[in-house]
């Protein structure tokens, strides 16, 4: 995991409230991944970044919101309006080299459960 | 569209026999392929990628994945099996000709190694 750091590692939410997941890096990497996992489905991508102050959609965006003001940070909000926000949540990070691929590196993850 | 699957839910192995976690991947150009390790409750750790060259990819603590195109398979393998392999496998595909350098990855297998 190291040089990527979520935290917290647990989060407790009621349903109706907005949290966020920090998601921190000094690998010195350009490109961040929100990602959610849920058993038996492997990972699906939430948003993702390639450089500071722009970031795309991914697969599940919806009831979700990222920043990325820093290099380094990556948050990600779980709004009320995602209905099933239970889940656990991987951050990840890449170096970006034009015409190449790197391998994305992964935090040791946020579980978030609502009650 | 890129995609991925691993048609085992579960592999079961004793301890010293050969491991084998079967992907099998769909993308419309050529593929960068990659195996990641997730132990309960943490983030995926990175085991080996195939990017071009050898269709044998040797990667971290002892496991190694052959790559053959006519099958379009990115099959696992370990020649002993050791307790501690036990643990989630995700395999993931990124098509060289997207841009935008998203990961497709499986649903996980999870294997155990019976002492």
């Known amino acids: 995991d190291g040089g990527i750091t979520q935290s917290p590692k647990y989060l407790f939410r009621k349903e109706g409230q907005n949290v966020t997941l920090s998601c921190e890096q000094n690998?010195?990497?350009?490109?961040m991944y929100w990602y959610r996992q849920d058993p038996g489905q492997g990972l699906r991508l939430i948003y993702y970044?390639?450089?500071?102050?722009?970031?795309q959609k991914g697969d599940i965006a919806e009831g979700y919101s990222v920043s990325r003001e820093k290099k380094e940070s990556f948050p990600l909000t779980v709004t009320s309006a995602q209905k099933n926000p239970t889940a656990f949540y991987l951050c990840?990070?890449?170096?970006?080299?034009?015409?190449?691929?790197?391998?994305?590196?992964f935090g040791p993850g946020t579980r978030l459960t609502v009650l | 569209a890129q995609s991925v699957a691993q048609p085992e839910d579960q592999v079961n192995v004793a301890e010293g026999n050969p491991l084998t976690v079967k992907c099998t991947y769909s993308?419309?150009?050529?593929?960068?392929l990659f195996w990641y390790v997730q132990y309960p409750n943490r983030g995926l750790q990175f085991l080996l990628k195939?990017?071009?060259?050898?269709?044998l990819v040797k990667g971290s603590y002892g496991f190694e994945a052959e790559f053959n195109k006519s099958q379009t398979s990115f099959h696992l393998k370990k020649p002993s099996a050791l307790v501690s392999d036990s643990a989630l496998y995700f395999c993931?595909?990124?098509?060289?000709?997207?841009?935008?350098?998203?990961?497709?990855f499986g649903a996980g297998t999870t294997v155990t190694v019976r002492a």
């Open positions: 990840a990070s890449r170096r970006y080299l034009s015409g190449r691929t790197d391998t994305q590196y």
């Open positions: 690998l010195n990497h350009d490109a």
């Open positions: 970044s390639q450089i500071v102050n722009d970031f």
């Open positions: 993308v419309s150009g050529n593929p960068y």
């Open positions: 195939y990017i071009t060259g050898d269709n």
């Open positions: 993931a595909v990124r098509d060289k000709k997207a841009n935008d350098y998203k990961l497709s």
